[in-house]
């Protein structure tokens, strides 16, 4: 299954001010794209072609670390347009969701506070990620590099780009109001709701 750039679902100065047009652009035009090139390049001849995104993924990890890397950017970033919107963020989460931060979590602002940390604490390039885990809990956590929580057994319910070219033109080395900007203003928790849904 060839992989293919999805459009952006708004335009690229919808996330203004918090993420700039220049920054989608480079973002999903640049990076994304040579992800999807890229992997499509190493996809031929690994035996994998035929198979989903996902199995893409998990059977290429640890054998073949250049279609793994590609594969599992090519997911992160297909996800990652979609967990944010414009008007997006802070407290307007979704019922059954809302309840299952507060049960796991212990609630909103704790949440808030271990992704950030998640995310500021990531060293070099990563991810930060809200999960299902095996257990059927939420959780915090964080991958480096490419790497995405479907590997660990674990269901991506929402994540953050923590690589510099996701923050630095707009934040610069500000890592930290990067990530709280994220979560108070472009988070689309439907779309979080959504993936939760389809997890339990």
């Given amino acids: 299954m060839a992989f293919e750039l999805p459009e952006l679902p708004y335009a690229y100065d ?19 794209q040579a992800y999807v090139t890229n992997g499509n390049n190493l996809l031929k001849d690994s035996g994998l072609e035929g198979k989903s995104l996902e199995d893409v993924i998990k059977e290429s990890f640890g054998k073949n670390p250049g279609l793994f890397n590609n594969a599992a950017q090519h997911f992160n970033h297909i996800h990652f347009w979609k967990w944010m919107k414009p008007n997006g963020g802070g407290t307007s989460i979704p019922g059954a969701l809302s309840a299952k931060i507060d049960s796991d979590l212990g609630g909103y602002d ?15 390039s990563g991810w930060a990620w809200l999960v299902l885990n ?8 964080k991958t480096a590099n490419g790497e995405n929580p479907l590997i660990h057994g674990q269901k991506p319910l929402l994540g953050v780009d923590v690589w510099e070219h996701s923050y630095y033109i707009d934040y610069r080395n500000a890592r930290p109001k990067y990530l709280e900007a994220f979560v108070d203003s472009l988070i689309n928790w439907e779309y ?6 389809a997890a339990k």
Avoid: I, R
């Fill in 14 to 32: 919808a996330l203004a001010p918090y993420m700039s047009a220049e920054t989608l652009e480079y973002h999903h035009d640049k990076h994304h």
């Fill in 110 to 124: 704790k949440f808030k506070a271990d992704f950030c940390n998640a995310g500021a604490t990531q060293f070099g």
């Fill in 134 to 141: 095996g257990e059927g809990k939420l959780e915090v956590t």
């Fill in 192 to 197: 979080v709701e959504e993936l939760y849904e």
